[in-house]
């Protein structure tokens, strides 16, 4: 288990939080799942899905993916302030903004992240099954996604999870992996089942790659695993490479009189894969018609936002 003491705070309200209302509640069903991974996942649900929404916000790769969209927000504000007043890009090149207290900003995130599980509720459980003899690892960034379907897209939002094709993997043990797949773009196994063994050592690969490139700092493996493997695997495949936080902005417009105006926007890009799991097909009505980056359910995330609004006084997301 990966733990980093205070994490949070110093009194350990929100690891109690946790441990009370996020892994309690989902442990039982977690437990079933890698005992017989074959069984439907038909118990637990809300609360599986609240794990794993707090999974993917609640480590230090979320609060480096954070600062990293400060960064590139506030060098674009920076750049657009120095032009605007005569200086030089350069003098400005190393002059960041940077939360006063980076654990309240990630206790935030945490906190946020419970509402997230309604924006995943229209996702399907699918229990993947390692019959490899190379078994799964899993990082300290445990909840990957990534999204095969919009892989190629020019949307500045295609990583979002709110969009159509997203999936989420969650090793559970060295041979079992939880999967949340967008079933009206993919076909995933066998028809009608919820369960698939993975026979391919190439699937196995690549999911274990999606731990490597999504780590901050470690990857937790069996004693009896093939250490050069994980070694190799460390050195080709940069930490935190799964996404990657880009900035821009527009050029200054009049608006009126001596006011000008300019856009400035962040957004991320997911790491290319060329290759896709063996078991995981677009669907052939899917694949027929333009490939389009949308919300899966506008609805749903216009709630959620508002839910975000009434506890926090900001947007959602």
């Known amino acids: 288990m990966l733990s980093r003491n205070k994490f949070y705070d110093d009194d350990n309200a929100l690891e109690k939080f946790l441990a009370e209302k996020v892994e309690g509640p989902a442990a039982e069903v977690v437990n079933s799942i890698v005992a017989d991974p074959t069984r439907a996942i038909q118990r637990g649900l809300p609360a599986l899905l609240t794990f794993m929404a707090v999974q993917m916000a609640r480590t230090p790769g979320t ?26 890009i350069e ?4 002059l960041k903004w940077r939360p006063t207290d980076k654990r309240a900003m990630r206790n935030r995130l945490l906190l946020r992240s419970v509402l997230n599980r309604w924006l995943l509720e229209d ?11 190379l078994p ?16 190629n897209s020019d949307d500045p939002s ?14 559970l043990s060295p041979w079992v992996t939880l999967a949340l797949v967008d079933k009206s773009i993919y076909k995933v196994g066998e028809k009608g089942s919820s369960h698939t063994v993975l026979t ?11 731990q490597f490139r999504s780590r901050q700092d470690f990857i937790v493996f069996p004693l009896a695993m093939d250490f050069d493997y994980v070694k190799r695997s460390c050195a080709e495949v940069p930490a935190n490479s799964l996404v990657s936080a ?30 896709w799991l063996s078991i995981c097909k677009i669907k052939r009505r899917v694949s027929k018609r333009p490939v389009e980056c949308c919300d899966r359910h506008p609805e749903t995330m216009v709630a959620q936002m508002a839910a975000a609004r009434d506890l926090f006084g900001e947007s959602g997301g």
Do not use: C
């Open 63 to 88: 609060q480096s993916q954070a600062l990293n969209f400060v960064d590139g927000f506030s060098s674009m504000v920076f750049e657009q302030f120095a032009e605007l007043n005569g200086h030089s």
């Open 91 to 94: 003098s400005v090149r190393n």
């Open 200 to 210: 391919d050592r190439r699937d196995v690969e690549l999911l274990n790659s999606l």
């Open 123 to 133: 996702l399907s459980w699918h229990t993947l099954s390692n019959g490899t003899a």
């Open 246 to 275: 880009h900035a821009g902005r527009t050029e200054p417009v009049p608006i009126s009189g001596e006011k000008l105006s300019s856009h400035v926007y962040v957004w991320r890009t997911q790491a290319r894969y060329a290759e």
């Open 136 to 151: 799964f690892v899993i990082s300290d960034h445990p909840a990957v996604q990534y999204n095969w379907y919009l892989r």
């Open 158 to 171: 295609y990583t979002g999870m709110t969009k159509n094709g997203v999936q989420i993997f969650l090793p």
